[in-house]
């Protein structure tokens, strides 16, 4: 399992920056065991110019519907801490995302997950795209 605590766009213009508490939430999550369900929660962080600070991530409830090679988050749980970050911060750390895992090493984004990319993609204010 690899884990960068960064990544940028191809021509380096906007930087994403993982702060150590995200990246601790993916580790906590990875698929061990055959056993293990795929987990996933929000990406909050602040926007700052081109780039993007991410500095927390929820995880998943008890309500979320997880097997091994699916997982749907459900809004309770995590919409309630998105909040809470948000005014906390005074409105810089918001929702910029979503992330959830796959038992595969080297994972392949799902059909759905590219339509799910597609849609938030389009449902966005500020129109920022999505990787394909
Ligand atoms: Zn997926």
């Known amino acids: 399992m690899r884990f960068v605590s960064g990544l940028s766009t191809p021509d380096k213009r906007s930087l994403v920056n993982f702060d150590d508490k995200v990246l601790e939430v993916f580790r906590k999550h990875i698929q061990r065991l055959g056993s293990d369900a795929e987990a996933g929660g929000l990406l909050l962080g602040e926007v700052r110019g081109m780039h993007l600070n991410l500095v927390g991530a929820t995880f998943p409830t008890v309500d979320d519907l997880r097997s091994r090679c699916s997982f749907e988050r459900l809004p309770q749980g995590h919409a309630e801490i998105s909040q809470k970050m948000w005014s906390d911060s005074r409105?810089?750390?918001?929702?910029?995302?979503?992330?959830?895992?796959?038992?595969?090493?080297?994972?392949?984004?799902?059909?759905?997950?590219?339509?799910?990319?597609?849609?938030?993609?389009?449902?966005?204010?500020?129109?920022?795209?999505?990787?394909?």
Do not use: M, N, Q
């Open 91 to 132: 409105g810089t750390v918001r929702y910029l995302g979503e992330w959830h895992t796959h038992p595969e090493d080297l994972p392949t984004p799902s059909g759905i997950d590219r339509s799910e990319w597609k849609r938030l993609a389009s449902g966005r204010k500020d129109k920022r795209p999505f990787p394909s």
